[in-house]
């Protein structure tokens, strides 16, 4: 799994979420360290926000 640090994301955000969105999994270091995971969408993951809220208390 590729790693980036925090500063490289912040710059070149678009092309990191890019690349979640073409499935791949990157991790986020601060100083070397593995802080975060950038990972795609779980398929059929609910609804974020108000819609996923809703759909929680339908259930």
Do not use: C, F, W
Not at 6 to 11: F, G, V
Not at 42 to 53: P, S, V
Request: avoid cysteine; aromatic fraction near 2%; hydrophobic fraction near 35%.
């Amino acid at each position: 799994m590729p790693k980036v640090g925090l500063r490289q994301l912040k710059n070149r955000l678009s092309h990191y979420v890019r690349q979640g969105r073409a499935g791949h999994e990157i991790q986020v270091t601060d100083r070397g360290e593995v802080v975060a995971e950038l990972v795609p969408p779980r398929r059929g993951a609910a609804a974020t926000g108000r819609e996923g809220l809703a759909d929680l208390a339908r259930r």
